[in-house]
């Protein structure tokens, strides 16, 4: 009798060690969506203010290491940008505002923790899309458009790094990309954002099927 319930128990500790390693070789698939704060690393300029914006994307996994190690390729949108206060040879004192837009393709390797946690880190490419800049005087006097689309290089490229916990279908993230790419294509660009890149954090949320 001892011996048939030593042995069912161990029958059961099996189902419930092969059921967890199924549930964690299992890739997924979603969408996912979440806030933005960004900054740009601008020369000389410590009076920086994060732009805030959104992220959305879709993403897939591929498994490496079945269980354990995936490639997770993504699309998705993302605003970047800050607002910068100058003192410009004392022609230009007050601040401007940066709005940048990018289609981006991460790409990142994610180590998964059971079926609970992803790891992640990788790279990103991104197009830029949209372009806006406003420059504001502190004697009153603004500008709407500073700078345009043109006066910034198209493609951006960079690390990333995140974390994801897993509620069922339900995801919970954080990530953050830093830039490597210098944005300013232009002398006039790069009189107001010198040699500066892109640098974001995010929070999103998701449901993956």
């Known amino acids: 009798m001892r011996n048939r319930i030593i042995i069912t128990a161990f029958i059961a500790v099996l189902g419930i060690f092969k059921t967890i390693n199924a549930d964690a070789q299992k890739a997924r698939s979603g969408i996912k969506g979440g806030l933005n704060a960004s900054n740009l690393?601008?020369?000389?300029?410590?009076?920086?203010?994060?732009?805030?914006?959104?992220?959305?994307g879709l993403f897939t996994q591929v498994p490496l290491i079945e269980g354990t190690l995936y490639l997770q390729p993504e699309i998705g949108y993302s605003t970047k940008g800050t607002t910068a206060r100058y003192n410009i040879l004392n022609t230009f004192q007050g601040e401007t505002t940066f709005k940048l837009d990018y289609a981006e393709v991460?790409?990142?390797l994610t180590y998964k923790i059971g079926n609970v946690i992803d790891i992640q880190a990788g790279a990103y490419g991104g197009y830029l899309v949209n372009a806006s800049s406003k420059s504001k005087a502190d004697n009153?006097?603004?500008s709407e458009v500073l700078l345009n689309k043109d006066n910034y290089r198209n493609f951006d490229y960079?690390?990333?790094?995140?974390?994801n916990i897993y509620f069922g279908k339900l995801m919970v993230g954080t990530r953050y990309n830093h830039g490597l790419q210098q944005i300013a294509n232009t002398d006039a660009a790069r009189t107001f954002l010198g040699d500066s890149k892109n640098s974001v954090g995010q929070v999103h949320i998701g449901i993956t099927f």
């Open 106 to 108: 991460p790409l990142l």
């Open 140 to 142: 009153g006097s603004s």
């Open 41 to 56: 690393y601008i020369d000389d300029i410590n009076d920086r203010n994060p732009r805030y914006g959104f992220n959305v």
């Open 158 to 163: 960079g690390l990333s790094a995140g974390l």
